[in-house]
């Protein structure tokens, strides 16, 4: 009976953590929001705002976004650049590509998923620039930040999830002790 009650104990251990460590791999995977308040400056278009949202998926390869700006001429291309806030850097993922008045949002299915999580990883760390014919360099532009606690995961996000399914075995292993405590004696 003990043997029997141990190995019903160590199976429903080792499925549990199985199930958890399923869970934070879903977890890991998942999509990530990031947004950026867009404005000009004395280089640029001085009276031009707007707002970006992009959703990163590094699995998929994917950046998605919508974009509104207000104040600027109509929109000839816009990107995610490398670069600090004041710091100009390359482009890193192409957005709109074929420019916009207003409003734009679309998806680019090709972006270089080690990229995609280079931005997700360190968001502050990279732009949203919107380009038009009078300013070619940039006509607003604003640092990408995680949107919300809610949708966007750390960077450690994994890491959460893989501690909190340890933690559920080791939970399980205290429930199978205290309803069969003959099981764990020798």
Known sequence: ???????????????????????AGVVMAAETTLTAQLAG???????????????LDPDAGTA??????????????????????GV????????????FDATSEGCNEAADADTLQAIID??????????NETYPGGAVRGQLAASSPDTALPASGGSVAIIGALLLAVA???????????AVRD
Do not use: F
């Open 122 to 131: 360190n968001p502050a760390g990279y732009y949203v620039n919107v380009h």
């Open 41 to 55: 400056s004395a280089e640029t278009d001085e009276d031009g705002t707007g707002t970006a949202t992009v959703v």
């Open 1 to 23: 009976m003990r043997t029997r009650t141990r190995r019903s104990g160590v199976l429903a251990t080792a499925l549990g953590l199985m199930g958890s460590l399923a869970l």
């Open 88 to 99: 100009d850097g390359g482009v890193a993922v192409d957005l709109d590509l074929e420019g």
């Open 64 to 85: 998605c976004w919508e974009m509104s700006v207000d104040g600027i001429d109509p929109v000839t291309i816009s990107h995610i650049h490398e670069g600090a806030e």
């Open 172 to 182: 399980g292993a205290i429930v199978l002790r205290v309803r069969h405590p003959l």
